[in-house]
């Protein structure tokens, strides 16, 4: 099962920021916040990840709570192409098992 | 960065056909590699765990008989849909860890849609 809660849907504007979050409530000393994209018939595209410091790549950035229970992805400037479903996933380093839940279907709109 | 491919990207057949679906890592070598299906609307689902050389892992409700899997080599792991059937019908996506990689890295493949008509 999914360790992770996340919204069904969102919207952003073009350009906007969109800011998606993730509950992780159970999530254990060891496990690092993982956050994937799928972007309609394609694999699950790697974006970022994180244990407990803030993270930031040319992608996005990862926002983790001091208390590791929820954290957001931060797309900076969302594009058209940034349309995916993204997936928040609590995993261990060496965890390559992975749990996807529903994820976040996130419709950019011009 | 590394790349997994898979072949073919779509592939239709007809009832009672086997199918096979190859996952390969292109520039890395890969002790392990998983594979998922996902059906329409749905998320991913892990099938089986591929190791090079021995057996896979099947995870509970997949049929090792029906989805049959062979990673004879590090870049190499392929998927056997056996007498496939229109409910086999799915997304069937790889993914692969490099060999002595850094911790966590975990790459997939582009995915491969079957239509089972």
């Known amino acids: 099962d999914a360790k992770t809660t996340q919204p069904p849907s969102m919207d952003c504007a073009e350009g906007r920021a969109a800011n998606l979050p993730c509950n992780h409530s159970?999530?254990?000393?060891?496990?690092?916040v993982y956050w994937y994209r799928q972007i309609h018939s394609q694999g699950p595209q790697y974006i970022i990840h994180?244990?407990?410091n803030n993270e930031t790549n040319e992608m996005a950035s990862l926002i983790i709570t001091e208390d590791r229970k929820s954290s957001t992805l931060i797309l900076p400037h969302a594009t058209l192409r940034d349309t995916a479903v993204y997936y928040c996933?609590?995993?261990?380093?060496?965890?390559?098992?992975?749990?996807f839940g529903a994820g976040t279907t996130v419709t950019v709109r011009a | 960065g590394a790349v997994v491919s898979q072949h073919p990207s779509r592939v239709i057949c007809k009832s009672g056909t086997s199918v096979k679906i190859e996952c390969r890592s292109l520039?890395?070598?890969?002790?392990?590699m998983f594979w998922y299906r996902q059906f329409p609307k749905q998320s991913l689902m892990l099938m089986a765990t591929?190791?090079?050389?021995?057996?896979?892992?099947?995870e509970q409700g997949v049929e090792k008989d029906k989805f049959l899997i062979n990673h004879a080599s590090l870049t190499l792991s392929t998927l056997t849909v056996t007498s496939a059937h229109p409910e086999d019908s799915s997304f069937y996506i790889c993914?692969?860890?490099?060999?002595?990689?850094?911790?966590?890295?975990?790459?997939f493949g582009e995915g491969s849609r079957l239509t089972v008509l």
């Open positions: 993914s692969a860890t490099p060999r002595g990689g850094a911790a966590g890295e975990l790459f």
């Open positions: 159970t999530i254990s000393g060891n496990e690092y």
């Open positions: 994180g244990l407990k």
């Open positions: 996933i609590v995993r261990g380093h060496n965890d390559y098992k992975l749990s």
């Open positions: 520039d890395f070598q890969a002790t392990t």
């Open positions: 591929s190791n090079e050389g021995s057996k896979a892992t099947y």
